[in-house]
């Protein structure tokens, strides 16, 4: 396997590094078309435009949008039917992400209410989303973490209504994505998917309820629906490849690290792993345990073709000069792997999220560990955040004035109304002001 | 003047609100293709494209990009030279959104981490945003209060560098502007807009730094700019129309109430302006002080073109009732004309902004009680919220794990891994339980 390898000592160093990151998500004209043609029949006939098009993508007859509903009987059914092992992990997976989620919104999802000197009360007031729909692809990528960690969240937050929808190509379901969403709560499924999926959630059918937001990840026709559809509706971020960028000290054990590289690689050829490390002998030991280890996985062929076609083994002058590097790079996951990740976490700005130590793999954050496997990717950690109850509630200022208020500011939005030229903002100001003839 | 009358009373009342609230913003092809053409030349050829369009589009010709930028001298100048009443005014308003940010910092802007039985800690770290672009509209929109209601949260957030970037066209400097940024604290500005600013502050020039997110309102090109750059850079909310509803229980004097539907219909003629109440003879009232106080209005056929295309008054059975039609319309701007506002807060979950009381005009909130003017348009309040601080950091998560933890939390992961096909996911959370021949 040959995988790239880069030194800051290079001089060329800068252009390499950009060209490893470099990742355009083309947009394509026929996608956009066929999705437009989609949201628009949707839009109009509702939910005969979604019998159809399940018919015609999916494979799956029926003769009424209500007879693709998933009863709450199935789903629990689904969840009793599990292996007990498998059963019991999903339900050790909810328990710490709600618990996680739920300290979350006490620290994140405050309200706040102050008066100021002149008996005036400023604030703002939170309040949940009333309904969330919840996108969950069918056939491979199908996920039950996924539905754990966009479903709880929105529990947690006080979410009036989680809709889920799940294409079952063919008619076939996947039984551990529906004991997730009986673990989470949700309270309808239809086993619907693609842009009429995400059409009939914006804009409601006469049997699928409007949703105030839309979240969860899907193909490139589901992520141009849900950019279309951005406006009537919310959306969480639309995902790009996933990301792990791993900096050594060189204190793990090299195949676990080479482990971790593996488990982003094998997502898909485009996943991103980058390894940082000021210790090339280290270098060398990871891309041997990888070398060493690749025949052995069932999916070693993605691994391969995404590790030599994005991947990277970085050599750095010292740790400090690596954390650099990785706040350039915002990533998706970094783990630091050291003994002591602590020391570098004040070096650490922009990351999804950051996993500290060598017992901390990305895998044990993917499932289980309790916060959210959802995060920002292709550099967007630079500005976004994990996805979070504070996605599924929103805030209104208060804007309490008293007599006395109104006195003071009065005079002060007049002046600058004025100022802007915008004359029946001063004066509606100004009319409150006492004697004011108003 | 001729406004629209509905009752909730009537047959036809659901489809006549929508109607009503009916306004669809419509992608132009032109613009799009035009916008499309200039960001790509712009990443070309950087600040050769940025003068030059300056030039064609706003008549300023430089001789580099550096000389279109404002020194800070200048804008401290125009700021010492505003009339003493303007410059207190700013002063006021300024140090009033402050002061309510930094109380919205304490309460939404903390990380946090616990710890778990296992001794492995799971938590959140939240970091601002390093650099901000500020679009400010030139010419006839250019509004002060916009400067500080974009710039003062980004600095209470701890962004480490915000540059604003406004156009003058035929080197026209708008003094108020310029002194707002000097009391914003505004590190850089230049002279620049439309498409090319805002891919300039993208994808950055050789002058111009690029940027992480960029905030502020602008016409359409703008608009459309920075929804193609969205995901590359983060961008704030991109605005419909402004629109205020007023619940009124008949407390106010009609005067103030029309004159605030007024104040939302001078900014434009797409601006909506509602008035819900439960007592027909007060809507008659205010109809006729609106009427009556329309000819002294300067920008009175603004307002008349408004309220006759798009505002209306609407007669309710109560004021339960009413607040159900304001969730329902999810208003910008909510004014709770009440003498006892605070008993219908708890019926009223999406609102931009609630004004509370009868002293408590759009405008004071607009320029100067503190909490920011730019607020979620077009019913997005249902799931988007007001510019704050939050939108000027992200947030890590953290997750550190025990030894101890590893032990417990890996066969979970392994048996989810495995139920979802990734083995690497599988084999990297089993490699690190003790005596697994990891």
Known sequence: MKIRRLATTAATFDAELEQLLHWSEETDAGIETTVAQIIADVRRDGDATVLALTHKFDGVQAASVADLAIPPAELKAAFDGLPEVQRQALQVAAERVRRYHQRQFEVTCQGFEFEDEDGNRLGQQVTP?????LYVPGGKAAYPSSVLMNAIPAQVAGVGQIVMVVPTPRG??????????HLAGVAQ????????????LAYGTATIPRVDKITGPGNAYVAAA???????VGIDMIAGPSEILVL??????????AMDLFSQAEHDELAQ???LCPDAAYLDAVEAAMNRLLPDMP???VIRASLEGRGGLIHTRSMEEACAVSNRIAPEHLEVSSTAPRRWLPHLKHAGAIFLGTYASESLGDYCAGP????????TARFSSPLGVYDFVKRSSLIDISHRGAQVLGPVADTLAQGEGLQAHARSAAMRVDASGG
Chains 1, 2 share one sequence.
């Open 129 to 133: 989303l009333d309904r969330v729909g």
């Open 226 to 232: 849900k950019r279309r559809v951005f406006g009537q």
């Open 299 to 301: 999916r070693a062929a």
């Open 189 to 200: 499924v239809f086993t619907i998917g693609g842009a009429q999926a995400v059409a009939a």
């Open 172 to 181: 076939e379901k996947n039984a551990l994505v529906l004991a997730a969403a």
């Open 248 to 257: 050594a000290d060189g204190s793990a054990p090299p195949d676990w690290v």
């Open 273 to 275: 792993s980058i390894l």
């Open 372 to 379: 959210n496997h959802v995060l920002p990717t292709s550099g």
